[in-house]
């Protein structure tokens, strides 16, 4: 089974407005933002038109991975959603 299938099992409650991570603005990215678009499971890291690193925390699955590469360096901020937000893991 692939990554992307058990994805679609999930649910997940949006906490519009209060993103639970957040991308430090910046003119080009860092290694660490490079790496982010591949190392996210959930492909949330996305480069715009102008060449930066955006995040949609949407279908995020909280595991953490950004937040071990790419917090100590600055380069995002990461907190846990608000209570009742975030993920609803239907399989365990
Ligand atoms: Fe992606 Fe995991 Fe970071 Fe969520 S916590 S944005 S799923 S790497």
């Known amino acids: 089974v692939r990554v992307?299938?058990?994805l679609y099992y999930?649910?997940?409650l949006?906490?519009?407005?209060?993103?639970?991570v957040r991308v430090r603005a910046h003119k080009t990215p860092s290694p660490q933002l490079l790496t982010l678009l591949?190392?996210?499971?959930?492909?949330c890291y996305e480069l715009n038109d102008n060449g930066q690193v955006e995040v949609t925390?949407?279908?995020c699955i909280?595991?953490?991975?950004?937040?071990?590469?790419a917090e100590p360096?600055?380069?995002?901020?990461w907190s846990h959603p608000r209570g009742g937000y975030g993920v609803l893991f239907k399989f365990g």
């Not at 949006?14 to 639970?20: E, F, L, T």
């Not at 909280?62 to 590469?69: A, L, N, P, S, Y």
């Not at 360096?73 to 901020?77: N, Q, S, V």
Request: with cysteine.
């Open 10 to 12: 999930n649910r997940y």
């Open 62 to 69: 909280e595991c953490g991975t950004c937040r071990v590469i």
């Open 14 to 20: 949006v906490d519009a407005g209060h993103p639970h």
């Open 4 to 6: 992307e299938d058990k």
């Open 73 to 77: 360096t600055g380069d995002i901020e």
């Open 38 to 43: 591949k190392a996210c499971p959930a492909r």
């Open 57 to 59: 925390v949407d279908g």
